[in-house]
């Protein structure tokens, strides 16, 4: 090949990357777009939460399903105690707390046992599905429906697994120990089960606790964290919570439950046989096994989301720490689609096949590295002449400017319907992050998602602990 | 202009839009911040006034107090008040049109809207508003909203009777839900003998289930004999009913078919025995559950360990000591 013809085809290449990534860019936006949209909808049409069928469940609290929530805790000495009175302590008219010590390394067992007089007991696990031994159930004197459940180290999965066996309840409600929930959380996402047998799973918001002040495993007052890794990651809560699952939930695509909180039908997950042990995207992959189970058994089902808050929980509060969480969770989405490929495009699995995994597809394999390539070829592709550079400045408003609509436009969503921010203050600085986070952050965590490629590829399967800087005490 | 020209202005007038709107919330809620202690003060002003009114003082009422801001007050109050004083008061509230826009706003377009009216006049409990709930539950368009409105008169404890609720919210025809059940149970102290005279009426079996279980909400013993016939009932579903609601009569008849319960052939009927022998604390029935510790089904075992720590004094189970870690 001549020189002006390898030329000629370094530049057609050039041209062809910088559209593709122009067009994946934008669909992703658009995509994000009318899940906005569909969100505004429900939320305006949203009957809201009031006392109208609350007050009977609390006259006739046998029709409330029971639940049992179960909260894997490792290492986690110095606030389990407070946590455990918290969860006691939620209003709901049957719940049982189940506690999974997973090998804690810490003195959280003893701190256990000795703050809640437990006894050995010789509780019966009705499935195990965990893959580490059992050491010893101990329940409390003081809290009759309090459990922990003592095991050998095996990651969060196998905790949960772990729980699930133990549970005898019809719903359990799969937790991280340090997750605030609300006072009313626990009665607010078992509302739906109430309405509807076919529900199998529900979701609710979470908020990220950094800034707020708690106070015995409970929160006390709504704050804003100081520095702005936290609050960039308020503004991407809200995008997710608030606009990408209530907008799934609503077309019936929702594929992910946070780990933070879910509830969901116990007897659907012993048949399921619980979390899989070999992903470190468990949430999302036990999901949309969900979806792949009940579509193969040819059972009706719904999974649903409850948009008001249910739990907080702490995000970590500088970008050490964020790098892993980031790089797991894009690790956990490619280790799901990987295990359920056909599912991808496959008019069998319906709405989930055609419009949700395609979706993840766009999000997590497609998404961040035509993002990051955009910004690098289209501004040097419009610098050589080979493009218009008034396609550079569309790329730089379909990706920067753009996202900052869709921050700013789930602020107004969180303003207008939730109202949970402290004061305009506050208000204020959320919707400053809302745009700032588009200049360098967004960026970072491109680098970061490509970082979990990495490891997917690799194979990695280290878990590093999120740094926590723990919460202001009133 | 080109496509990539319409892309930026198009996406420019976007962020502008969406910045003007977003501006403008948080000014609203600066405002508000900032009026909160003014709001506060009135607030406790039209408060004290509702107070001194019911109680029969003169006060000097300020009519220009805003209508919502009289509801949110009284929303405040009644909840602190029984008897006489909540009916006074909310005679004082509907002499006031109070509760006016409320009721407008039941004839909204939009369901949502409607179904916040009803859980306002829910509330309140109001002549005027459990009149207007009835009318929601007859003829509302939505069933949602029928299904809401005949909460919000069951939570008042004025439903219709059983018969008129099932039919109003469309119900026999499909299987009953959880809602139907809370329902029920709320019209059973209502109505008791019309409950025993729906069970006459050809209905299907899941039906006849939910209405034996809400006797034992009726508060009726008269029902005992119904559920001594229901007992021997062919369907393990309303022999299941039956023990559920003899444990919540309380009547001590109901111990022979609860102990016969416990030997029953079907697993749920026995896990219900159980249950309905502890809600009575039917101590007689401790040998009968002990041995339903060795039941073929699991969850009968587990319901029949956790019967007898509940059934037997404390001494008799004893605790392994706590191993200190």
């Known amino acids: 090949m001549s020189w002006a013809g390898t030329i000629y085809a370094l530049s057609t290449g050039i041209v062809w990357i910088a559209f593709t990534c122009f067009v994946v860019v934008a669909l992703r936006n658009l995509v994000a777009l009318a899940q906005l949209l569909i969100a505004a909808w429900v939320f305006l049409t949203r009957v809201k939460p009031g006392d109208g069928a609350r007050d009977l469940w609390h006259r006739y609290a046998d029709l409330a399903l029971p639940i049992s929530v179960i909260a894997p805790a490792f290492n986690e000495q110095l606030s389990i105690v407070q946590s455990v009175k918290a969860l006691l302590a939620l209003e709901y008219p049957e719940h049982e707390i189940i506690v999974v010590n997973d090998g804690s390394k810490d003195d959280t067992l003893g701190e256990l046992l000795r703050s809640f007089d437990m006894y050995e007991a010789q509780a019966t696990q009705i499935a195990a599905l965990q893959h580490t031994k059992i050491l010893g159930t101990y329940r409390s004197r003081r809290y009759p429906n309090l459990l922990v459940v003592d095991k050998e180290n095996g990651r969060k999965a196998d905790a949960a697994n772990a729980g699930i066996g133990f549970a005898r309840t019809p719903l359990v409600c799969i937790i991280d120990a340090d997750s605030i929930i609300e006072p009313d959380g626990l009665l607010r996402a078992a509302e739906p089960f109430m309405y509807d047998d076919r529900l199998i799973a529900v979701g609710g918001a979470i908020r990220i606790a950094n800034g707020c002040t708690i106070k015995d495993g409970s929160l006390q007052k709504i704050g804003i964290a100081k520095e702005m890794v936290p609050r960039f990651q308020i503004v991407e809560y809200l995008r997710a919570f608030l606009m990408n699952r209530v907008a799934n939930a609503h077309t019936n695509t929702l594929t992910l439950i946070s780990g933070a909180f879910g509830l969901f039908r116990r007897s659907t997950l012993v048949e399921m046989g619980g979390y899989r042990h070999d992903t470190v995207g468990e949430d999302l992959e036990l999901v949309v096994r969900m979806h792949r189970f009940m579509r193969d058994n040819r059972r009706e089902y719904r999974i649903a989301f409850v948009p008001d808050i249910v739990c907080w929980t702490e995000a970590p509060a500088a970008l050490q720490g964020l790098d892993n969480q980031r790089a797991r969770w894009q690790q956990g989405a490619l280790e799901t689609l990987q295990h359920h490929r056909g599912m991808i495009g496959n008019p069998r699995y319906g709405r989930i096949g055609l419009l949700a995994l395609p979706q993840i597809v766009l999000e997590d394999i497609l998404g961040p590295p035509a993002e990051l390539l955009g910004y690098l070829v289209l501004p040097a592709a419009a610098l050589l002449g080979l493009l218009d550079p008034m396609m550079a400045v569309a790329f730089f408003f379909v990706s920067v400017v753009f996202g900052c609509v869709l921050s700013v436009g789930t602020l107004v969503l969180e303003e207008q319907q939730l109202k949970r921010t402290p004061s305009a203050r506050d208000l204020l600085r959320i919707g400053m992050a809302a745009v700032v986070e588009n200049f360098g952050y967004r960026q970072i965590n491109l680098w970061y998602r490509l970082n979990g490629m990495r490891r997917f590829f690799r194979k990695d399967s280290t878990w590093a602990a999120v740094p926590r800087a723990g919460f202001t005490s009133a | ?325």
Not at chain 2, 273 to 285: C, D, E, H, M
């Open chain 2, 1 to 325: 202009m080109s496509f990539y020209q319409d892309i930026v202005v198009t996406t420019a007038l976007c962020a502008g839009a969406i910045t003007i709107v977003f501006l403008a919330l948080v000014l609203r809620r600066y405002l508000s911040e900032r009026n909160r202690a003014r709001r506060d003060e009135r607030d406790a002003a039209i408060t004290r006034s509702y107070l001194q009114r019911v109680a029969g003082h003169k006060v000097s009422e300020a009519d220009t107090w805003p209508r919502r801001a009289r509801l949110k007050a009284i929303s405040r109050i009644l909840p602190l008040l029984r008897g006489g004083e909540r009916t006074r008061l909310l005679q004082i509230a509907e002499l006031d049109g109070v509760l006016r826009e409320t009721l407008r706003i039941s004839h909204s377009l939009y369901r949502s809207s409607r179904i916040n009216a009803i859980q306002s006049m829910q509330q309140f409990g109001s002549e005027a508003c459990i009149g207007r709930l009835r009318e929601m539950m007859a003829s509302d368009r939505s069933p949602r909203v029928r299904l809401e409105a005949a909460f919000a008169l069951g939570a008042n404890g004025a439903l219709p009777p059983p018969r008129e609720t099932l039919r109003l919210l469309n119900a026999l025809c499909r299987q009953p839900t959880r809602l139907d059940i809370a329902l029920l149970r709320s019209a059973a102290p209502l109505y008791p003998e019309q409950m025993l005279l729906l069970l006459e009426d050809e209905l299907q079996d899941a039906w006849r289930v939910q209405i034996i279980d809400a006797l034992g909400w009726s508060d009726n013993m008269g029902a005992i004999d119904t559920l001594d016939k229901a007992s021997n009932d062919p369907d393990p579903e309303i022999r299941c009913a039956v023990m559920r609601a003899s444990a919540r009569l309380g009547h001590p008849a109901a111990r022979r078919w609860i102990m016969i319960g416990l030997t029953d052939p079907v697993p749920a009927v026995r896990l219900q025995a159980i249950g309905a022998s502890v809600r009575l604390g039917l101590r007689k029935a401790v040998p009968a559950i002990a041995q339903l510790r060795h039941d073929p089904e699991l969850w009968v075992r587990l319901r029949a360990e956790q019967a007898l720590e509940q059934l037997e004094p404390v001494d008799d189970v004893t605790p392994q000591a706590a191993p200190v870690a």
